[in-house]
Every structure is written in C-alpha cells, then in structure tokens.
C-alpha cells in the first residue's frame, strides 16, 4: 500500500518562507510525475507545481519565481520550497503522484501566510 505523508506546513508572516516535504512508503511501479496541489475554503482544489520523472516542471502562474519542485529520488521523496510567501498562498497543501497503478494522495498540511 502507497502512502505519502507530508511536512513542514505551519504559520508564516508575509514575505517568509517554508519548505514542505512528501515522502512517500510502498511499491510505486512506473512513477509519471510527481506534484503539489492546494486547496483554500471555499476554492477547489489547484496544481501547485509539477515534477515529472524526466525533471520537466510546470507551476502555477500565481507562484512562478517563488516556489520550487525538487525531488529526491532515493528517499522517495518531493519537496516544495516556497519562498516571498503571500497571504493569498494560505490553503492546505496536498502532495501528490501519478503511477501507472494509480494517483495517490498525502493528508494535508496547512500553511497559513499573515498579513
């Protein structure tokens, strides 16, 4: 059974950083890509950034130049380093990959940007 799990949300002031971490347990066959969405009350829920296998990225227009998707493959592990954070970036964060046996998704982790 895949399981992700995620890290390093929390409470920021505008203008600050944080990095999340999504590492992920199991048997993943033929992994596509790995990513970040986000999901603020009342909105549904978006992509963030996106990593393939091949190290190609896309991101989100509302975070380009801010935020960045890297990975570790021998820890089985992405991460999200976000930086000049807004207040507008407050929304649970969630880690996500892609395999030939399905998508799977991390629980969440909240990051709340101050004004």
């Known amino acids: 059974q895949v399981q992700l799990v995620e890290s390093g949300g929390g409470l920021v002031q505008a203008g600050g950083s944080l990095r999340l971490s999504c590492a992920a347990s199991?048997?993943?066959?033929?992994?596509?890509?790995m990513g970040w969405y986000r999901q603020a009350p009342g909105k549904q829920r978006e992509l963030v950034a996106r990593i393939t296998i091949r190290g190609i990225t896309n991101y989100a227009e509302s975070v380009k130049g801010r935020f960045t998707i890297s990975r570790d493959n021998a820890k089985n592990t992405h991460y999200l380093q976000m930086n000049n954070l807004k207040p507008e970036d407050t929304a649970v964060y969630y880690c996500?990959?892609?395999?030939?046996?399905?998508?799977?998704w991390g629980q969440g982790t909240q990051v709340t940007v101050s004004s």
């Open positions: 996500n990959t892609e395999a030939a046996q399905g998508n799977y």
């Open positions: 199991g048997i993943i066959s033929r992994l596509y890509a």
